[in-house]
C-alpha cells in the first residue's frame, strides 16, 4: 500500500532512510527549514543534494506528483522538501518561482509568529493576510507551491483559503474537538480545508494529541474516524511530525529562531522543557504498518484505508503542484 | 539555418529579443552575473523568471541541450545562463549543482583577477588550479556546468583543461595571431580546447579584434578559417559579447566589481572609458544574417557554415551539459 508521511524533520541519516524503507513509506514531506533565511536555505538543500548523492539507492528527490509513483516502482522513498515558515523567500516574491525550481513544493505562510505574510497560532491578535502574502499566495498558486497554514491562526487560514485559487492544506495538525491545543484546528477550519479540496494531515506529536505520549493507538483512529465525517475521505492524510534523533537545540531553534531573547518553550514549558516522549506505537518509520493494521481493525475500507495512508498526498500533490497556464 | 550566440549580455528588453528573432538567433547564452553574490544571482534568475513570463512569446528557458531545439520549434530563442565569474558560489561547493538545478549551464573560473578557484588574464602572477579550484572542476564535471575560461589566464587554462574530464571552452575571445589582447588566446591554448573537443566562440568585442571597432568582416571570416585550420571546424562557434544598451555603470561594475578603490578601465584606457563603437557589420541581432553570407562568401560549405552558425554550439552543450552517472 502506497504510504506518504505528511511531514517529517528528523535527524536524517541512512539509518532513518533504511527505517523508512522498512516501514513501506514510498514518500516523505521533509522539513528543509524553519527560519533560516535564503542563503541558509540554499545550504539546507545542498545538505540535501549530498544525501541523494550518498543514498542513492534508498532516497530520491520529488520535483513533481509523479516522482513518488517512479520512486516507489524504484523501491526508493521519494521526498519533498516542505518550508514551515516564509523565511526562505525574505521580502522577495521572486524567490517563490526560484525555490519552486529548487523542488520546494509546500511552504507555510508562518510558523506560530507573525510573519510578512500572515498571522501565527501563537499570537493574540490576527489581522489575516498581509499585502505581500495575498500576492504570494497568488505566486504560489501559479508555480505549484502547497499553502501550508499548519502553525496559523484562525483568521489567517480562512483568509488565505478563500483568496487561494488552489487548495490549501494544514500538513501536520489535530481538529481541536480531539485536543484543544493552540496547533490543533476548529471544525470551521477543517471544514474550509475540505470544501477547498485541501487535505489535513494527522500529526502524531504528543502536544496535539490527546493524553499526550500516552494518546492510544485506538483513540488516535477514533479521531481519524470522526475526521473523515467530518472532511471525507478524500480530504485526510498522515503528517506525523516525526522529530528523530534531534537535540534539544533543534527544538529551541523552531520555537526561538533569532526572534526571542527569553526562552519560548512553545507548546512545552520550563518544566517540561525537551523532547516529548514518542508514541509507543509509532517509534519510528518502521511502525507505519501498525497503523494501517489499526485503521483496519477501526472498520475502514481497503480504499479508504489506501487513502489515508497516502493516495489522498498524491492526488493532493497533483492537483497543486503542477504549474498553472 | 540554426543560429546560436554563445555570449551576450544586453539591457534585456523586448525590443532586443524580437531583434534575435528578426536575426533567426535560435538561442543565446546569456550572462547572469559578473561579480554577484549568490544572493545577488538569485536576483538575477528572478528577473529572468519575470522576463520568461513577460515574453513568453519570444523566449524560453534552455536547462538542456534539447531545449535550444525545443525553442527553434517552438519559434522562441532560447536563452541560457552563464556566470562570468565564480562569485554566485561564494566559498560553497554544494552551490554548483544548486545553481545548476537553476539552470546555470556555464560558469567561467575566474573574471580578470584571481579567484577562488584560478587566475585571471590581468593577474601578473599564475599560480594556476587552487585546491578549491580542482574540486569544483570535478563538481561542475559531475552536475554537467560547462566550465568557461574566457577571461582566465594561460596556465589557469591549461591546467583546468588537464584536469576536467569534459571539455573547457572559451566562449568568448580570439586568437592572439589576429590581435594581441590579454583576453584573446595563445595558439597553444587553443590547440588544447580543441583536443580536449571543447570550444571556441568568436568574439565581435572591438577590443578584440584587429582594428577594433573598424574591423571589417573579411577580417573576421579571415580569422574564423585561420582558426578552423588550427582547431577544427567542430571546435568553433560564436560568442559575440554584444552588449547592447547598457549605461557605462555596467561597464564599471563589469570592470571593478567590488574590488577597486581606483577606477580600472579593463581593455579601455582613461581616454577611452566608455563602450566601444560597435561594429558596422554586427549591430545588433538583426545582423546575423550578414555574417552567415559573409561565411559563404569566404567559401565555407555550407554544413561548415552551419557549424560556425550553432551546430557545434549544440553539441558541445550536449556532451558537456548531461549530468554524469
Partial sequence: MLTVDGLQYSN??????????????????????YHETLRETLTRIGEWNRRFEAHGDLIMPVHAPGDIERA???GKVGIFFGAQNCSPIEDDIDMVAVLRQLGLLIMQL???NQSLLACGCYESEDSGITRFGRQVIREMNRVGMVIDMSHSSERSTLE?????????IIS????SF???AKRNKSDKVLKAIAENDGLLGFSAYPFHLKNGPDCTLEDYCDMIARTVDLMGIEHVGLGTDL???QPTSVLEWMRNGRWSKEMDYGEGSANNAGW?????WLRDSRDFPNLMEALRAKGFAEQDVARIMGRNWVELLERTTTPME
Fill in 243 to 245: 522529530c528523530q534523533n
Fill in 160 to 168: 488565505a483559503i478563500e483568496i487561494s485559487e488552489r487548495p490549501v
Fill in 12 to 33: 536524517w541519516s541512512r539509518e532513518i532512510f533504511e527505517q523508512m524503507r522498512e516501514g513501506g513509506v514510498d514518500a516523505v514531506h521533509a522539513t528543509l527549514v
Fill in 276 to 280: 516529548p516522549k514518542p508514541l509507543a
Fill in 110 to 112: 508562518t510558523y506560530n
Fill in 172 to 175: 501536520h495538525a489535530n481538529p
Fill in 72 to 74: 516507489r516502482e524504484a
Fill in 178 to 180: 480531539f485536543h484543544d
